[in-house]
């Protein structure tokens, strides 16, 4: 059964840097995507960045493209998001998701194993 467990949030000032991490068990992942996603109140869930296990290919929304990335450390079995420039619309819970992803690539849907969350407040 696939665990995630997401940490790093908090509270920061508009322009500064959060790193989140994402700590996955439970199976060998190399044929898994695993993707960031985010809810603010009132909104839905959005999709923020994935990358694959075993290829390392990324993919972001345009909306962090250029301020956040997403990096992974097999032997740690562990995700990052890297979040610079943070705006305070990027306030919402981040959650850490993952899906069965052949032949390397990435995906915006599909996930079906999520972590419980961790927020990120950006003050302006």
């Known amino acids: 059964q696939v665990q995630l467990v997401e940490s790093g949030g908090g509270l920061v000032q508009a322009g500064g840097s959060l790193r989140l991490s994402c700590a996955a068990s439970?199976?060998?992942?190399?044929?898994?995507?695993m993707g960031w996603f985010r809810q603010a109140p009132g909104k839905e869930r959005e999709f923020v960045a994935a990358?694959?296990?075993?290829?390392?290919?990324?993919y972001y929304a345009n909306s962090v493209k250029g301020r956040f990335t997403i990096s992974r450390d097999n032997a740690k079995s562990t995700v990052y998001l890297q979040m610079n420039s943070l705006k305070p619309e990027d306030t919402a819970v981040y959650y850490c998701a993952a899906r069965l992803q052949l032949r390397g690539g990435v995906s915006t849907t599909g996930y079906g194993n999520w972590g419980q969350g961790t927020q990120v407040t950006v003050s302006s």
């Open positions: 990358i694959s296990w075993s290829t390392g290919s990324t």
């Open positions: 439970g199976r060998t992942f190399s044929n898994y995507a």
